[in-house]
């Protein structure tokens, strides 16, 4: 065992995680390092004050609603997909009726059928940049992989 | 990866919503301890580590089966929670007073602050070993399984993340 894999394991060694042929084989390098022995006494110093940042556990009545809560927002979420789906399909099918029967309709003087269609031109291409962000968004969102 | 959680996952791949509530009882309490300790706030931690669940849920088929499942939603989670911070670009303090109605006094002091403070200017990867280690009590096995990670790259993550602590806590006085 090296100097270095020494120092690395001491956290296993104080924490009794190292194997049996390791502990032997560092027991060995620290009869003769005098500056390892002195290494290991300065990881238990560091190692009981960093003891004291242990969380506390959370009480029982934490998780009083908390997979109810999981499960309504899971409930929930599907049902504004389905809502807002649903909501643009109507909007745009009203949207687009209008627009025809405006258009078709000689009455309706040609400066309101002009701003009518800058604004669903207007409505179109917002849609579009926003649906597009998203997707490169998503795309290269550094956190977006839940998979290894 | 325990019986217990394939049998679960496989229910919920067959339509069971409700088995889900197993895995969420397992492993809800590391989850929250383990937002809490990036976000610093029991009202977010809670928020995040059921949203991380939430994903977890949505994403089951990908999941593969033959693998332990806590690594996998340790992941989504330490990505939610990093993502929630980028987004707010600051940190709540690090104290964790008020935690669950304690008193500061009660589980934590001075000198405790101080260390959390040093341990958040830490890198992100020795400052994730450290958490999990020091904050939840983690063994290094347990650490190196949930990270995915061999145990040398554990042990050496640790090694320079205590090495620049100690400089950290020698510039305060510690």
């Not at chain 2, 405790?112 to 341990?119: F, G, P, S």
């Amino acid at each position: 065992m090296t100097h270095q894999e020494v120092l690395e394991k001491i956290p296993l060694y104080v924490a009794g995680e190292l194997s049996q042929a390791d502990r032997a084989e560092m027991e060995l390098h620290l009869k003769n390092c005098e500056s390892c022995r002195r290494e290991i006494e300065e990881f238990r110093k560091m190692e009981n004050m960093l003891e004291q940042l242990r969380l506390p556990d959370p009480p029982d009545e934490l998780w009083e609603g908390y997979w109810s809560g999981i499960y309504n927002r899971m409930e929930r979420k599907t049902g504004w997909i389905l809502f807002s789906v649903g909501a643009i399909v109507l909007l745009f099918f009203g949207f687009f009726r209008m627009v025809e029967e405006m258009l078709s309709d000689p009455a309706v003087p040609p400066l309101i059928k002009w701003g009518t269609l800058c604004i669903g031109g207007g409505l179109a291409i917002l849609l579009v940049s926003v649906l597009r962000e998203q997707l490169f968004l998503r795309k290269n969102e550094r956190y977006r992989e839940v998979r290894r | 990866m325990p019986v217990e959680d394939s049998e679960c996952i496989k229910a919920v791949l067959a339509g069971e919503k409700e088995a889900f509530s197993g895995i969420v009882e397992r492993y809800r309490k590391r989850a929250f301890l383990t937002a809490y300790a990036i976000v610093h706030n029991e009202q977010d931690a809670w928020d995040l580590s059921q949203e991380a669940f939430i994903r977890a849920y949505r994403n089951l088929k990908k999941f593969d089966l033959k693998r332990p499942f806590y690594p996998w939603f340790y992941r989504i989670l330490k990505n939610r929670c990093l993502s929630f911070l980028r987004k707010r670009k600051q940190l709540a303090e690090v104290s964790i007073e008020g935690m669950f109605g304690l008193k500061t006094s009660e589980i934590d002091h001075d000198q405790a602050r101080l260390v959390r403070e040093c341990v958040e200017k830490l890198p992100e990867t020795a400052r994730e070993i450290l958490k999990l280690r020091y904050y939840q009590g983690y063994s290094y096995r347990e650490i190196a399984d949930m990270l995915e990670k061999p145990m040398g790259s554990v042990m050496s993550g640790l090694f320079y993340a205590r090495k620049k602590l100690k400089e950290l806590l020698e510039e305060k006085g510690l």
